[in-house]
């Protein structure tokens, strides 16, 4: 009776294999996680760093900031 049982045991291994299938997902998603909040951050700088060259210059060509646009007069 225990050897049928203990061989039971050994023979049904499938839950052992979804776990680590579980583990390996939960790996891959916190990986993916930390490269898009590490992209992200670097689009965000990147981002801004445009918006500011791009004030600096519409400043400096003494181009109407509102209303920029042809006029009917």
């Known amino acids: ?3 049928k049982c203990a061989a039971f045991l ?10 680590e299938y579980c583990l390996l997902t ?7 996680l930390g490269i898009f909040w590490h992209v992200s951050g670097g689009l965000q700088g990147m981002w801004t760093s445009i918006n500011a060259s791009l004030a600096a210059g519409n400043a400096n060509s003494g181009a109407p900031t509102t209303g920029g646009g ?3 007069n």
């Open 10 to 19: 050994f023979k049904k291994d499938g839950a052992q294999d979804l776990a």
């Open 1 to 3: 009776m225990l050897r």
């Open 70 to 72: 042809l006029s009917g």
């Open 26 to 32: 939960a790996l891959f998603a916190l990986i993916a």
